[in-house]
């Protein structure tokens, strides 16, 4: 606040400070050791060839443009399956 004339008055900022950008990719966002099962979980479905089949059995449901990209469907089941056995039903919880 800037005193003017006796009173208080909004003052300008000098500098703008621009806001960061809110979304960050999964990619930039710190690795920590995975817990056991869950790494033994992910062995297995990359095994059985689980995003494969996942995709093909999503497609259909995938509008070819349609705002922001979604997860991949292989990303979204695994997604699920940690709300499952953590007892989550929420998606905020689950990312």
Request: one cysteine or more; aromatic letters at 12%.
């Amino acid at each position: 606040m800037v005193r003017k004339n006796g009173r208080m008055a909004m003052g300008r900022r000098e500098q703008q400070r621009r806001q960061e950008e809110l979304w960050i990719a999964h990619t930039e966002l710190p690795r920590t050791a995975a817990h056991p099962f869950y790494e033994q979980l992910n062995r297995v479905l990359e095994e059985r060839g689980f995003d494969e089949f996942v995709v093909q059995q999503c497609v259909r449901f995938y509008a070819e443009r349609m705002g922001r990209p979604s997860l991949a469907p292989g990303r979204y089941f695994r997604l699920l399956l940690i709300g499952y056995f953590e007892g989550s039903d929420s998606e905020r919880g689950m990312a």
